[in-house]
């Protein structure tokens, strides 16, 4: 297993994630003509359960195990995960399942309940991925994640399209079909990890007993990174209700306007955002082994240079998606009417400067968790998700801009997010994230508690 430099480890992951991404936009152009305004609108408000559950179980897991693994005093931590977190899975996956009609009630989409149902095995598998993909990424192996990651793209592009297009005319069922697609390509993603997992542990013979990884020990890095990134998906499925609920008042096609934002622009925002996740993924490794030996001014500079490149990487891409708005309309969406096409550009335009935003909060949060500070980024991602559901509602309601009041919303609230996250990693005093790290470092290998964190 060959550990890579950290700009070849981020090109590499980089890479696999804008494959990924790249075949999920190209996924949405069959998609659309399938499923048509409505179907996306249905589809996309699956998600924010999905997402949530998701997060507990598996989003926090990458990177607390990569920090783990890769700061050299946690050894077995991935063995743990896997019991732990598969556990989660299995419990999220359950909770999907039973949650699906209320949900659908709540959101008034009957036909989400279905999605929900088929789409729920889904959790269980990724956490289990999440987990192989922490331990390479911990050890600087970032191969595995690229080509887990654009397998299960891929799996999913050809299963959806074939699913899709079978029950085409039927936008319910064919809706449906296009979700079941997604459990489809998580299980053949998860046996592909598995096969990579067994595969390196086989080529390792250890000549004495390593000390084992406490439950405590993964808990203190995976539970701030959960609630971290769990914030996201809890302010979109609040937003999917009360932005789709207020838009019924003044609109007929609430659903299908959300479905254009959330299901066509952010499609195309995401794009530039997967180039930089790979500076995101490779800095833990980087920073985190100089954290632990207590060079704190090091792991501050290898920061800096990792939010320098994130920000040479994804301007000109800002810049890129402002003009060439209405050309990437054209080629991913086809299928969308004049108007619809028309409101699609304004909503990539408006939220064009997401694409730098975004990928700054990506890799500041990362940068964060290195230095061992990960609740910091949990407030920050808090604080901005509750700001951004009150803001969306707000401006739906009380102003004309209808669905473009959410692109504003958004544009604010990871701005804010960027300031917040700049903000720790510079005022985080040296004395101190070197004893946050040295405790983090004492509770790996003795799992003393969970004062060590934040």
């Not at 079909?177 to 998860?190: F, G, K, M, Q, Y």
């Amino acid at each position: 297993m060959k550990k890579q430099s950290y700009l070849k480890g981020a090109i590499i992951i980089s890479v696999g994630g804008f494959l990924s991404k790249l075949l999920g936009a190209v996924y949405r152009i069959p998609l659309v003509a399938f499923l048509g305004g409505e179907g996306m609108g249905i589809y996309q408000m699956v998600y924010p359960l999905y997402c949530i559950l998701l997060t507990v179980s598996a989003s926090g897991i990458p990177t607390g195990i990569a920090r783990l693994i890769s700061s050299g005093g946690a050894h077995g931590a991935e063995r743990k995960a896997f019991y732990l977190y598969g556990g989660i899975g299995l419990i999220g996956s359950l909770i999907m399942f039973a949650f699906s009609a209320p949900l659908a009630a709540a959101q008034g989409e009957a036909e989400v309940a279905l999605c929900c149902k088929l789409l729920s095995p889904s959790v269980f598998f990724v956490a289990i991925i999440s987990v192989v993909r922490g331990y390479f990424q911990g050890k600087g192996n970032m191969y595995p994640t690229a080509v887990t990651e654009v397998t299960e793209q891929a799996v999913k592009v050809a299963a959806g399209i074939a699913l899709a297009n079978f029950f085409r005319g039927n936008v319910a069922r064919a809706t449906a079909a296009a979700v079941l697609a997604v459990t489809v390509s998580e299980i053949i993603t998860c046996a592909l990890a598995a096969a990579f997992y067994m595969g390196a542990r086989g080529k390792v013979k250890p000549l004495y007993r390593e000390s084992q990884a406490s439950v405590k020990s993964i808990l203190a890095y995976t539970i701030p990174l959960t609630f971290t990134a769990i914030a996201l998906p809890v302010s979109q499925l609040a937003e999917s209700i009360a932005v789709v609920n207020i838009l019924r008042s003044s609109a007929d096609n609430a659903t299908a306007l959300y479905g254009i934002f959330s299901g066509c622009a952010v499609t195309i925002i995401n794009l530039p955002v997967s180039v930089t996740y790979g500076l995101a993924a490779a800095s833990v490794p980087n920073i985190s082994p100089l954290a632990a030996k207590g060079d704190f001014k090091g792991a501050k500079k290898q920061a800096g240079k990792a939010i320098l490149y994130t920000a040479a990487i994804s301007v000109p891409f800002a810049i890129l998606l402002y003009i060439f708005a209405p050309l990437a309309a054209r080629i991913i969406f086809p299928s969308l009417g004049a108007s619809e096409k028309g409101l699609l550009i304004t909503l990539v335009r408006i939220m064009a400067i997401n694409a730098v935003t975004s990928s700054l909060v990506q890799t500041s949060s990362a940068c964060i968790t290195s230095l061992g500070r990960p609740l910091l980024g949990t407030i920050t991602q808090w604080v901005t998700a509750a700001m951004r559901v009150a803001l969306s509602a707000a401006l739906v309601a009380f102003t004309p801009l209808s669905i473009i009041g959410v692109a504003v919303s958004a544009n604010c609230c990871y701005f804010v997010a960027v300031v917040l996250n700049f903000c720790y990693i510079i005022l985080i005093k040296n004395k101190k994230g070197h004893e946050d790290v040295n405790n983090a470092d004492r509770l790996g290998n003795k799992g003393r508690g969970l004062n060590a964190v934040g």
